[in-house]
């Protein structure tokens, strides 16, 4: 626990004096300018909530990809990488730990796309039920922190990560139902959807904002939960794996 409460301090320090990292929340402003264009294009007001969360859950989850990623790109060209493989502290901890630290300053992005469409557009959201929006953001950090981490296994291998990192969100985001509701993908696709916690959260956050009433609150935070602490899970034991091959070949200065 001291480790990974160490790794996260760390983590909070650099992000604030990295311009990278805020080179992705600035980012935000404009995707949402962008959506609403098309919202207001289409004389579609029952749509602005949709406007503004896409971009604050792209951001969320770019944040966190990228972050995971640079965590072992840095790690390795500073030679730190082979201190983790021979540290006593497993680099399953570290890795989360770092990236949760990011995605903590990334919910920065819900008040920046709130201002963006009220300084653009006039937009005021009034949101329905605040608890259940605030519930549904920490869930979505986690599960984006560990599936964050998963994919971060996998730059450990490869020098590749930065072409892993872009493959991935894209599908990952359409999955999730980030860009449209689930329900509105082809009938084959909403399955595999269900299996990505995103798709959970974005409906929640949605409901949350939009909707008087919503069913089965507690049921769809328990699989939300569940599914971004499986990602936790699943990315520990791969980082263990991984290191464990590194460290038998070798390789892990050459990769």
């Known amino acids: 626990m001291r480790a990974a409460i160490a790794a996260f301090r760390m983590q909070l320090g650099l992000a604030f004096r990295t311009p990278n990292f805020w080179m992705a929340q600035l980012t935000t402003p404009a995707q949402t300018i962008l959506f609403l264009s098309v919202v ?23 944040t966190g990809v990228w972050t995971g990623g640079s965590v072992v790109r840095d790690d390795r060209w500073q030679g730190r990488l082979e201190l983790h493989a021979a540290a006593p502290t497993p680099y399953g901890i570290v890795v989360p730990a770092r990236v949760a630290a990011v995605m903590t300053l990334a919910l920065s992005v819900i008040p920046i796309a709130l201002a963006t469409a009220w300084l653009t557009y006039g937009i005021q959201i009034d949101v329905q039920h605040p608890w259940l929006l605030a519930v549904t953001m920490v869930l979505i950090v986690v599960g984006t922190t560990g599936t964050a981490a998963i994919i971060t296994s996998m730059t450990i291998l490869s020098r590749a990560a930065n072409t892993l990192q872009s493959s991935a969100s894209y599908p990952f985001l359409l999955l999730g139902g980030v860009f449209v509701p689930l329900a509105l993908l082809p009938v084959w696709v909403q399955p595999l959807g269900r299996a990505v916690f995103l798709s959970w959260g974005s409906d929640l956050v949605r409901d949350g904002i939009t909707q008087p009433t919503i069913e089965g609150v507690p049921g769809r935070l328990v699989i939300l939960a569940g599914l971004g602490l499986a990602g936790f899970v699943v990315a520990n034991r791969l980082i263990r794996v991984v290191m464990r091959r590194v460290r038998i070949t070798g390789e892990i200065s050459v990769q």
């Open 40 to 62: 207001n294009a289409f004389d579609r007001p029952d749509l602005v909530a949709y406007a503004i969360i896409a971009p604050t859950l792209i951001t969320m989850w770019n």
